[in-house]
Structure formats: structure tokens, C-alpha cells
């Protein structure tokens, strides 16, 4: 099924780089029909995204600021939001802004059947993130096409990324047992699904990892196994809690 998306993007609330590998991202979840960005255009602070805009076929929505202190922009893409939904022209959203005000849209989206995509930065409020079906990082979209790159750029990046704690490594371990065998195996795309529901924000890139499984392997916590897959030429991964501290066994 193709998938159309309205984007929806909070200019006073984001930053306009990596636009480009943020379009990237969303194009892996549905076909952006509707791209529109809100702000007061005649504020020097959002300069910047005029450059990117037409680059990008992006539409910007002039919202001034009637009263000080009052944030009409998310009126705009809440009202904006809400118009969309009832046209029946798309069939998710995606929600580019770091501010939890938007988090009672995301529910409303949600309840209403639509796929709700959330983009943000590291500082993004819990309550939003978890509104949400997906949330991504914009801190993990930065481009990695620079041809030159210092070594202190270099080991920047790398601190940029998070340390797997305790905490996600019990995620892991409660949702492999979630959907695991009599023999304690579980199939890594279903793994990968669940973590997803469980907790909208877990992504093997916020640690450095393009994909689930370099990262599962990374841990030393887990065992993996490839098995054929009678259906098509790809192999198929299970994976198994190793640990017994990490275990926390089904009720029969």
C-alpha cells in the first residue's frame, strides 16, 4: 500500500539543516504529498529556511504572532492538521517539531487511524515522543556525504551518540522473551516491530548502528542465528536472550 503523508513542520521550533536528509527519512515511510512549514516569514530568525524551501518543493505558512508570547504557529499546524484529516487525502502524518504541545494531535491522529511519524531534536518532552507510532532524532539524519572530515569532527560525531544502557538492554531482553519459542528464539523482524510499539523513539542509529542486528551483536548479550528462508533468497535472523540476569521468562 502506498502511503500518503502530510508533513507538517514547526519553522520556529526547528532548525533548517539537514532538510535534505530529513525529506530522505520521511520518504521511507510514505510519499509526502503535502509538505508545508509554519512561521512568521517576516522574522529574520527564519531566514535561513528560505534557501531550502523551493529545494525542497516545500510550502511556507505565513502565521504572524497576534500576541506576544502566544505560539500561533502551532495553532496553524494543529488547525491546519485537523483540516487534512477530515479531506481523507492522506493516510499519516509526520510532525516535525521538538515542542510537546503537539502531543494531544498526535493522539487525536492516532485515534483517528492515521500513521503519526515524529521528528525532533534530543530535547524533545517524553509525552510527545511517545505519542507517536515512530519519533526520529534530527541529531542521527546528519549527512555522512562530507568528503573531508577532521578527527575532532570525527570523535565529536562519536560522542554524539548514546550508550546502550541497562535500561534498553532489559527492552531488548523482555521483548525477545515476548515473542520467543519454547526454546527461547524469536524472530528479529517481529523483535524490531515491538521495540518499535513499546517505546516509539528506539532507534539502533541513536546508538551508532545503521540497523538492529550489528547492534544487538555489539551488546555480547544475545545470541543470533541465521536460517534459511524457504520463501525467498535472504536469510532469516532469530535471536536469543543469552543472559540469564537479562530473562524474564513467559508465564505458561
Not at 507538517?8 to 510514505?30: F, H, Q, R, T
Not at 502531543?103 to 485515534?111: C, D, G, M, N
Not at 519454547?182 to 524472530?187: I, L, Y
Request: charged share 30%.
Amino acid at each position: 500500500m502506498n502511503i500518503n503523508l502530510a508533513v507538517l513542520i514547526d519553522g520556529d521550533n526547528i532548525p533548517s539543516a539537514n532538510v535534505k536528509e530529513m525529506m530522505a527519512e520521511i520518504a521511507k515511510y510514505g510519499n509526502p504529498t503535502i509538505k508545508r512549514i509554519y512561521g512568521d516569514w517576516t522574522q529574520p530568525n527564519l531566514s535561513k529556511w528560505k534557501s531550502v524551501l523551493l529545494e525542497n518543493a516545500i510550502t511556507p505558512i505565513q502565521q504572524y504572532a497576534y500576541t506576544s508570547g502566544k505560539n500561533a504557529t502551532d495553532s496553524a499546524m494543529i488547525i491546519d492538521a485537523m483540516d487534512i484529516l477530515y479531506s481523507s487525502k492522506v493516510n499519516g502524518f509526520c510532525i516535525v517539531s521538538s515542542d510537546s504541545d503537539f502531543t494531544r494531535l498526535a493522539t487525536r491522529l492516532r485515534e483517528a487511524g492515521m500513521l503519526v511519524i515524529g521528528i525532533g531534536e534530543k530535547k524533545t518532552p517524553g509525552p510527545f515522543i511517545v505519542a507517536c507510532d515512530k519519533f526520529v532524532y534530527i541529531e542521527i539524519l546528519k549527512s555522512k556525504s562530507k568528503e573531508k572530515e577532521s578527527e575532532d569532527e570525527k570523535e565529536s560525531e562519536k560522542e554524539s551518540f548514546d550508550k546502550i544502557t541497562n535500561k534498553e538492554l532489559k527492552l531488548i531482553a523482555t521483548t525477545i522473551t515476548d515473542l520467543s519459542d519454547d526454546e527461547g528464539w524469536a524472530f528479529l523482524g517481529d523483535v524490531g516491530s515491538l521495540l518499535q510499539k513499546k517505546q516509539p523513539n528506539f532507534d539502533p542509529r541513536n546508538y551508532g548502528f545503521q540497523k538492529l542486528t550489528p547492534l544487538i551483536k555489539s551488546t555480547g548479550k544475545f545470541e543470533i542465528e541465521q536460517r534459511e528462508n524457504h520463501k525467498g533468497k535472504s536469510k532469516l535472523i532469530f535471536v536469543k536472550n543469552r543472559e540469564k540476569g537479562l530473562m524474564q521468562r513467559k508465564e505458561k
